[in-house]
């Protein structure tokens, strides 16, 4: 509760540099609304640059939340219970991130709403709109039922002098006592959205992924696309929640709830789609290898040897890197964990650029030449603005709500205890519903 | 004995060598100088110009209007007896011409083909706009006709320079749009036609100027293309639309260095007896009943199913806030909370 109340000097200058970052992403993108495009390194060859890969970007790492919390949730995984609220909130920040994303893209930002009124629901466009909002929605819908009880853990122990946020959590605490009643609707109301928030999930990466694949694109015109996004998106999902879980463990001091065995566990998580997502690159750049079409051939030459050639190299390369060190066991400690895991978002977000910008390289007309694109300042200030942005969310987050859910964490003491008190051979303790508002608790 | 016969024989090559070269030198080539431009004058006839020859060219202009023909006649007069001469015209810009058969003109020179007149017409084109100066150089031959080339025949030379008309400001020009014609009816899925006329000040037509078409639609300015206007300054765009309604065509003439820009637009009611839209696109005005497709079924299904779950868990949310005891958290509890000294609030 502490990092709710006191603010260190660190907090003010952390967030006073995300806040000047996002100040300077601001006037770029007024200087974009004033002039126009042009002002941009877009073209009409290549008319999705560094803004669409970062929205895929941050598309993807909203998955980490819900594969975090929802499916450890459901499978009453116990350790998952100090990073589910840092999981919740990495899906709800990225989100709201990524919205932008698409907006920055548009010449006229204002027409996002021809998308509302005369959308064709034929159109993949239609429906990564649905698919996301509903996604959005529904985190936040997720975020916000994990937190009901801690509202209520906030408004008794929080002191007189935060007034304001005590009044918005009384609010929102919808008079949590933990009686039973309330236990129960808690309980189902929280089962059901964590049902269908996972397949939400699947169909908000799997439908942004048709807006590629269901093109006839060189590159972007293939089966595997689906699964690979989905993919890419849980394993940087779940490498910004590593990352997050150091950052909070140290600045919270959460070392005792947040331990290496939770790091670990997440590297095995890590590794597995390590090792899935390098499968998935091998079937996408070895069957485009053995295609006999001129434009298969020039995208690859444009990625192997061409000006892209650094990005996919060092996305590539770096992804092994990555899986290397997550199997080694000298380098299964936080500190390297948390290294793969930021290695591992840096390189999914240049194979996010890797995945846009070639493709719309290749020439479409016969004898035409291939395109080229190079971000200009303004495209690089808003990229920096959107990721300030995402951070600054986190933090924000982190200064009006606890870091790690209270009273998952006491439902969980709670249950270990009922099982240490259970006689030997006895039926296994079931977990104990959210704790009552006058109990013991606080971290 | 030996060298004295190849000294012999070097010294025969030397002499034929030099009787080759001074032959060259000195004999000069016959033939007939019609028609020939000379570098530094007729210095055949005589060694240097002499101003007595008097040089006039009528018709040539000091501005001269771009693109127009002016016809022009070359005179020589002078203290030469006979009424024999030639003369040679050399013009840096535009075309010479003439119909005169003892005249030889093409392109930007002129001479003669007889040597038994003191006076040529031409006719010179003047060159294109943007131009500039032009100058014309004339060369007239004055001879006696005694048949051969000395000092009684004198020649003389005339430059004269002439500069462009300075370009006149471009004049607002008009332009009128209209349908393809009174008793045609635009129709979904078929080609149809809109004019647009445009007129200089005078309101003559402006023939072969470019005329670019549009139409402005809901969701933005779609190009329909660039005409040519015919004679009667006349372009045309042929357009098709799949959907019935009013649609706004316009049309720009970016204007020229006589003419200034102008635009137009007109308004084109397009109807669909055919049902294209329909047959296009799914007859979205036949009822509710369309809605039910093989994509908009599953995905309302889908989408209806998820948006019932959120409803759900809020209606759990709700109920949740019910099983509570009551509690100062309505609107006025919670502004007398945030005002309240103590922070506390009532319960």
Redesign the interface.
């Known amino acids: 509760m502490a990092p709710l109340v006191r603010t260190s000097s660190t907090y003010f200058a952390v967030v006073g540099i995300l806040g000047g970052v996002l100040l300077f992403a601001n006037l770029a993108w007024i200087r974009q609304l004033d002039e126009g495009l042009a002002v941009t390194g877009l073209t009409d060859r290549i008319s999705w640059g560094i803004y669409i890969s970062g929205f895929i970007y941050f598309i993807g790492i909203s998955y980490g939340g819900t594969m975090v919390s929802a499916i450890l949730r459901l499978t009453k995984t116990e350790w998952r219970r100090p990073i589910t609220r840092i999981a919740e909130a990495s899906t709800a920040a990225a989100l709201m991130v990524a919205v932008m994303m698409p907006i920055f893209d548009m010449g006229r930002p204002e027409r996002v709403w021809s998308l509302i009124l005369y959308g064709r629901i034929e159109s993949p466009l239609v429906w990564d709109f649905i698919a996301i909002g509903t996604y959005l929605a529904g985190s936040l819908l997720f975020l916000y039922l994990a937190l009901i009880p801690d509202f209520a853990t906030m408004d008794r122990v929080l002191p007189r002098r935060v007034r304001v946020r005590r009044v918005a959590y009384r609010f929102l605490k919808m008079r949590w006592e933990g009686t039973p009643a309330q236990k129960r609707s808690l309980e189902r109301a929280l089962l059901a959205i964590s049902i269908i928030i996972i397949p939400i999930a699947v169909s908000a990466h799997t439908v942004l992924s048709w807006m590629f694949g269901m093109t006839t694109r060189t590159g972007w015109h293939s089966s595997i696309f689906g699964p690979y996004f989905v993919g890419a998106a849980l394993f940087s999902g779940i490498a910004i929640v590593v990352v997050a879980m150091a950052i909070f463990r140290r600045a919270h001091h959460l070392e005792d709830l947040i331990t290496e065995d939770h790091f670990r566990k997440m590297a095995n998580i890590l590794l597995v789609f390590s090792l899935t997502y390098l499968y998935f690159t091998l079937n996408e750049y070895l069957t485009i290898t053995f295609q006999p079409s001129t434009d298969e051939q020039i995208l690859l030459q444009l990625l192997v040897e061409g000006p892209l050639a650094p990005y996919f190299w060092f996305s590539t390369l770096s992804l092994v890197l990555v899986t290397v060190l997550l199997a080694l066991p000298r380098t299964r400690t936080i500190r390297w964990i948390t290294v793969s895991a930021l290695l591992l978002n840096v390189s999914l977000w240049v194979k996010r650029i890797v995945i846009v910008i070639p493709s719309m390289a290749v020439p479409l007309v016969p004898g035409d030449t291939v395109a080229t694109y190079s971000p200009t300042w303004v495209e690089w200030a808003i990229t920096a603005g959107s990721f300030a942005s995402f951070c600054l969310i986190f933090a924000v987050f982190a200064k009006l709500f606890p870091m790690v859910s209270l009273w998952e964490i006491e439902e969980g003491e709670e249950a270990a205890r009922l099982a240490a008190e259970s006689p030997a051979g006895g039926p296994p303790a079931r977990p104990a519903a959210p704790p009552a508002v006058g109990a013991k608790g606080g971290a | 004995m030996g060298r004295w016969r190849a000294g012999r024989a070097h010294a025969a090559v030397a002499v034929v060598l030099t009787a080759a070269f001074a032959f060259a030198v000195g004999v000069p080539i016959q033939g007939s100088d019609v028609g020939v431009l000379p570098a530094q004058g007729c210095t055949c006839h005589s060694d240097g110009p002499n101003f007595d020859v008097q040089i006039a060219v009528d018709g040539w202009p000091a501005i001269y209007t771009p693109d127009e023909a002016y016809p022009l006649i070359v005179h020589g007069e002078g203290p030469v007896t006979g009424a024999g001469g030639g003369f040679s015209v050399d013009v840096t810009k535009g075309s010479l011409s003439s119909t005169d058969p003892t005249v030889l003109a093409s392109g930007n020179h002129a001479t003669h083909t007889s040597g038994a007149k003191r006076s040529w017409p031409l006719l010179w084109i003047a060159p294109p706009e943007d131009s500039g100066n032009v100058r014309f150089t004339v060369f007239v031959n004055l001879v006696d006709g005694d048949g051969s080339d000395g000092p009684a025949d004198l020649w003389s030379v005339l430059v004269l320079d002439a500069q462009e008309k300075a370009p006149e400001p471009p004049k607002p020009s008009s332009m009128v749009m209209a349908f393809a014609g009174p008793d045609e009816v635009a129709q979904a899925g078929h080609n149809f036609t809109v004019h647009a006329t445009i007129a200089n000040s005078t309101g003559a037509p402006i023939p072969n100027a470019t005329v670019t078409f549009a139409a402005k639609l809901?969701?933005g300015v779609l190009p329909l293309g660039a005409g040519t206007t015919d004679p009667n300054g006349t372009a045309r765009a042929n357009w098709s639309v799949p959907a019935p309604g009013d649609f706004l065509v316009t049309a720009y003439y970016d204007g020229s260095s006589k003419n200034l820009s102008s635009n137009g637009s007109v308004q084109v009611t397009v109807y669909d007896p055919e049902g294209v839209w329909q047959d296009l696109y799914g007859g979205q005005e036949k009822g509710v009943w369309t809605w039910f497709d093989p994509?908009?079924v599953p995905?309302g299904l889908?989408?209806g199913g998820?948006?019932l779950?959120?409803f759900?868990?809020?209606f759990?949310?709700l109920?949740?806030?019910k099983?509570?005891?009551?509690?100062?958290?309505g609107p006025v509890d919670?502004i007398k909370?945030?005002f309240s000294r103590?922070?506390?609030?009532r319960r």
């Open positions: 809901s969701w994509v908009r995905l889908l989408v998820v948006w779950t959120f759900y868990a809020t759990h949310i109920r949740l806030r099983a509570g005891a009551r509690e100062a958290d919670l909370l945030l103590s922070g506390r609030g």
